[in-house]
């Protein structure tokens, strides 16, 4: 069979131009720029010269997480202010690491999941679960003062539903033991293994500043019970037949528009449990600037 060859430019119109009809992915490209644009514009970037620089810009930063990231004892205290903050906890990073390796697994991950659930649909699950996974982790450090922040906890909700909807997606990983040669397994093997290193971690987490791998196991599995609640309200197998369904389980959509979630892999910060994966899940790491926070 010959593939006919399109032109990156044409590719990029039609791409564009399919966004704008609002066929392609566009609640995943809009999440993925607004925390970026949220990122860039806040003091966590260091961009912005306003914010001074030294301790004037250490001060901006810790100001601006705790008032939009999620404090476990105020939230859980009633506080009016508080009440938003699991929302808006999910749009503020701590560093471009940080930032980074949570948009790369959200642009993998994030197209295929939208076009099966449906845009509204995915937008409302991304941020209630993402919301309910920072809860669940206050509920877990009622005392704690350190201030959480970090689109994990949805992204790892996206991880879940995407193991549900396409257990059979091939993802490519790179394993260190094997010299980081990439290795394509199903999403049912590469997942599954995810989970299983954040919670190994999540027994040896301590009560310090790191990494909140709570909220990451909150997030995926909300995220698997959503997904298996809409495969039997819907009627669809994890392998869904419908026709009209734009993501297949084999990891494609059959589209030209370039703006399906490929399976050809994705990065994570190694967070110091078992070996390295492309897939080894959100970026995990502790931010300088940001010390003494917790984030996912």
């Keep these: 069979m010959i593939a006919k060859y399109v032109p990156p430019a044409r590719r990029l119109r039609t791409s564009a131009a399919r966004l704008l009809a609002g066929h392609g992915p566009v609640v995943t490209y809009g999440l993925i720029l607004l925390c970026c644009a949220v990122f860039v514009l806040s003091p966590a970037a260091g ?10 810009l ?24 508080a009440a938003i903050t699991p929302v808006t906890a999910l749009f503020v990073h701590g560093s471009w690491l940080h930032l980074l390796g949570n948009m790369l697994f959200l642009y993998v991950f ?5 076009q099966r659930l449906g845009h509204l649909r995915f937008a409302v699950f991304y941020l209630g679960c993402g919301a309910l996974a920072l809860c669940v982790y206050a509920l877990a450090n009622a005392d704690s003062e350190q201030t959480l922040v970090g689109a994990s906890g949805a992204i790892s909700a996206v991880l879940g539903a995407f193991l549900r ?6 993802v490519t990983s790179l394993l260190p033991f ?31 500043p790191g990494v ?18 809409h495969c039997l309200r819907t009627g669809r197998r994890s392998g869904g ?15 030209d528009d370039g ?3 490929k399976d050809d892999g994705s990065a994570g910060e190694d967070s110091g449990v078992g070996p390295a994966s492309r897939v080894k899940g959100p970026a995990g790491h502790r931010a300088p600037a940001t010390e003494g926070d917790d984030q996912t």
């Design 47 to 56: 961009l912005n010269p306003a914010y001074g620089s030294g301790e004037a």
């Design 58 to 81: 250490l001060d901006a930063q810790r100001a601006f997480f705790a008032r939009w990231g999620v404090i476990p004892a105020e939230l859980l205290s009633g506080a009016p202010r």
């Design 110 to 114: 994030g197209q295929m999941a939208e």
């Design 165 to 170: 909807l396409f257990p059979k997606a091939r």
């Design 178 to 208: 094997l010299f980081f040669l990439p290795l394509r397994f199903p999403a049912w093997i590469v997942l599954p293994f995810w989970v299983t290193l954040q919670w190994l971690a999540a027994q040896r987490a301590g009560s310090g």
């Design 212 to 229: 909140a791998y709570l909220a990451h196991l909150a997030g995926f599995c909300l995220g698997f019970l959503y997904a298996w609640g």
């Design 241 to 255: 037949k419908d026709g009209g369904s734009a993501a297949k389980d084999d990891g494609s959509t059959g589209r």
């Design 259 to 261: 703006s399906a979630a």
